[in-house]
């Protein structure tokens, strides 16, 4: 099992659409938990850490389930410029420092 | 603020060739990285460093060395190209070396190894 798994997509949506993207992760010891977002042929940037009580940030929300260990980002009012990859990041709970593990990434895009 | 440069964007070699890849941030961070990223692979973790003159491996270190002689750089070496190596490869810092410290990535470097 892997230890970061995403749907690869693509989700295809229409602009103004809401979509929410899942993501789990097999190590119950991760600690602090991401969304990057990757444009084609660029570097990955950070969208949003993920708190244990959830946490929006405009358009964005994320939430963690730490029982079931998932992750969760929803996006609401799609615009065409949100079309990327997003990546679900965890830290490897087994070492006490900055060791992420990245999953593939789900692809979204948005359509006119 | 330049953030994260790498150099070459860029390269091609042969098989056995060796180089390396430049890294330097301009941020002051204490943690630096190196990632590649291959087609349904997702980014995976080469070497890591926590301060100046600390290196460690990451999840796929062979083939790969790094040194950190300085806070600012953290150059890659490829001892001896193979064709797996080929990928894009993505340096990255933080402050820190805390767990919820989040990456600043460089623009990447596309290589080819033929």
């Known amino acids: 099992r892997k230890e970061v798994e995403q749907d690869p997509g693509p989700f295809n949506v229409p602009e103004g659409a809401t979509v929410a993207f899942n993501c789990t992760y097999s190590n119950s010891a991760s600690q602090s938990f991401f969304w990057y977002r990757?444009?084609?042929?660029?570097?990955?940037?950070?969208?949003?850490?993920?708190?244990?009580?959830?946490?929006?940030?405009?358009?964005?929300?994320?939430?963690?389930?730490?029982?079931?260990?998932?992750?969760?980002?929803?996006?609401?009012?799609?615009?065409l410029s949100d079309s990327a990859t997003y990546l679900c990041v965890v830290n490897d709970g087994n070492t006490g420092f900055q060791k992420l593990v990245f999953g593939t990434g789900t692809r979204l895009l948005v359509s006119p | 603020n330049a953030g994260v440069t790498q150099t070459p964007k860029f390269q091609v070699l042969k098989t056995g060739q060796s180089m390396t890849l430049q890294?330097?941030?301009?941020?002051?961070?204490?943690?630096?990285?190196?990632?590649?990223?291959?087609?349904?692979?997702?980014?995976?973790?080469?070497?890591?460093s926590v301060g100046a003159g600390i290196t460690?491996?990451?999840?796929?270190?062979?083939?790969?060395?790094?040194?950190?002689?300085?806070?600012?750089?953290?150059?890659?070496?490829?001892?001896?190209?193979?064709?797996?190596?080929?990928?894009?490869?993505?340096?990255a810092s933080s402050p820190d070396s805390s767990y919820n410290s989040p990456l600043h990535f460089g623009n990447g470097t596309r290589l080819t190894v033929t």
């Open chain 2, 56 to 91: 460690d491996q990451g999840e796929v270190p062979n083939g790969y060395n790094v040194s950190r002689s300085t806070t600012e750089d953290f150059p890659l070496r490829l001892l001896s190209a193979a064709p797996s190596q080929t990928s894009v490869y993505f340096c």
């Open chain 1, 38 to 79: 990757q444009d084609c042929r660029k570097e990955p940037k950070l969208l949003m850490s993920v708190y244990s009580s959830g946490n929006e940030d405009g358009r964005f929300t994320a939430q963690l389930n730490r029982a079931s260990q998932y992750i969760s980002l929803l996006i609401r009012d799609s615009k």
């Open chain 2, 23 to 48: 890294c330097a941030q301009d941020m002051n961070h204490e943690y630096m990285s190196w990632y590649r990223q291959d087609p349904g692979m997702g980014l995976r973790l080469i070497h890591y």
